[in-house]
């Protein structure tokens, strides 16, 4: 829900779906000022675990600074950068100031409006304020604005406009920063990824490395050396979960359960599909699908998920830990790489508005399950074009090319660094991938 003259909802992902207005309660001198209230249509959901919204709390629009008073472009220092970002005014009243939690709803109304803006800054007001700018310092959230800088034999401006000011990354929020929603970011945060034990694991240190060794000769071509795996999630649990503006609808990820019926006849009616065969190679009967995702479910190297937009489940991901795999043969494989192999069962849900948020999501859930995990890799056909433009759309470029036992593969490498420095999440559509792919790539 979002054009020209309706703002976006803010809405928080599943469990709890809790829908955010963004008001504007004053216009000066063109600027909008905006306050996120809680909104009257109903969530069906849970409530958060904390309000997220503050009383008082207001902002402005993010307004891009005079460029007669910026750095010159050939100023590149991250203080000249935060200089000629965007500014917002954050001011509460009372006697406490909004919680983490509560800035992390703002930057994420703010995110939802302005999407384009790698950095802003920002001006907090209000009782508290040191405390505040502490405490989100010290979850990664903002970062205190640099010090004057110039490049070497340039002498270093004076400048005293920025002291007070905090910056913002746009990446640092998508993988979760401020997030309150416990120990994983809000996406990745669903209580049920446990539901098979008695106490979550976020109750407990991350998962420890302890080097295994995996061989699969003669079958496969795999004899790595790579950590123990952790507990898949949950079967049937929701591990993945996010509002979409430009189409008003969640989508999340679902670990497959191969001893629910409807899972199990969801895959077996799309790999019997003409179409998802030419691709797959996967037809069969119903029980040989059974034992395929029952391997599948006993194999630690991967994980079977389907996806839904709203209530409808439309496709099918292998996820695995590249090292252990076949494909991590072909290179140097950091311990926690991923890959994953995909298929969109329900054509009703192609077409490039769809293609872009559920590629971008499955990569941003694999990067989040997992803060270890430095690239994303994948194998797709080197004459396949279009899912090589939605790859480089996304942050992926090409290594070379391999040859595995059934096709010429190019060996694609997306880096942590970049997909969260591209952030690939609000693509809405104006850019046909199909029509023209280069148009959506943002490096």
């Known amino acids: 829900m979002t054009t020209e003259s309706v703002l976006p909802w803010v809405r928080l992902p599943e469990p709890y779906k809790t829908t955010y207005d963004l008001q504007v309660i004053a216009v000066q001198h063109g600027l909008r000022h905006f306050q996120l209230r809680r909104s009257p249509r109903p969530d069906e959901g849970i409530p958060p675990p904390e309000p997220l919204h503050h009383e008082t709390l207001k902002f402005t629009d993010l307004a891009s600074p005079d460029p007669s008073q910026t750095p010159p472009e050939g100023n590149n220092s991250a203080w000249a950068r935060a200089q000629r970002s965007p500014l917002t005014y954050l001011t509460w009243a ?26 802003f800054r920002a001006v907090l007001s209000g009782p508290g304020r040191d405390v505040l700018a502490k405490e989100l310092q010290a979850v990664g959230l903002a970062v205190d604005h640099p010090s004057p800088s110039a490049p070497p034999g340039q002498a270093i401006p004076e400048s005293v406009s920025h002291h007070g000011q905090l ?13 309150p929603f416990g120990a994983r970011p809000a996406w990745v945060a669903d209580a049920d990824i446990y539901s098979s034990m008695r106490r979550p694991l976020t109750n407990y240190p991350i998962f420890p490395v302890q ?26 649990s929701r591990i993945y979960s996010r509002y979409i503006p430009h189409l008003d609808e969640f989508f999340s990820i679902w670990a497959l359960d191969y001893t629910n019926e409807e899972h199990l006849q969801l895959f077996h009616k799309w790999q019997n599909d ?49 090292k252990e795999d076949h494909l991590g043969a072909h290179y140097d494989a950091d311990d926690f790489d991923r890959g994953r192999h995909s298929l969109v069962g329900d054509q009703r849900f192609r077409g490039s508005h769809r293609v872009m948020v559920w590629w971008c999501s499955i990569m941003h859930y694999m990067f989040l399950d997992d803060a270890r995990t430095k690239h994303i890799v994948g194998e797709p056909k080197f004459t396949n074009l279009t899912p090589l433009a939605y790859d480089h759309a996304m942050g992926f470029n090409v290594e070379k090319l391999v040859d595995l036992p059934h096709k010429r593969s190019a060996l694609v490498k997306c880096r942590r660094e970049k997909f969260f420095h591209i952030a690939p999440f609000r693509f809405d559509g104006t850019d046909h991938l199909e029509r023209n792919p280069f148009r959506a790539l943002k490096l």
């Not at 910056?167 to 997030?179: D, I, K, L, P």
């Not at 995996?214 to 049937?236: E, L, M, S, Y």
């Open 274 to 322: 003409p179409r998802v065969a030419k691709g797959w190679n996967e037809t069969g009967t119903l029980d040989e699908h059974r034992e395929y995702l029952r391997k599948i479910h006993e194999d630690p190297h991967q994980i079977t998920v389907l996806a839904k937009f709203n209530d409808t489940f439309f496709s099918y991901h292998e996820i695995y830990w590249a």
């Open 167 to 179: 910056v913002f990354y746009r990446s640092t929020f998508w993988q979760g920063a401020g997030s």
């Open 94 to 119: 009372g006697t406490e100031a909004p919680s983490v939690g509560q800035i992390w709803n703002t930057v994420h109304a703010i995110l939802t409006l302005r999407s384009e803006n790698e950095i």
């Open 211 to 236: 080097q295994t060794l995996t061989t699969k000769f003669p079958d496969v071509r795999v004899h790595a050396t790579h950590p123990v795996r952790p507990a898949k999630p949950t079967p049937g």
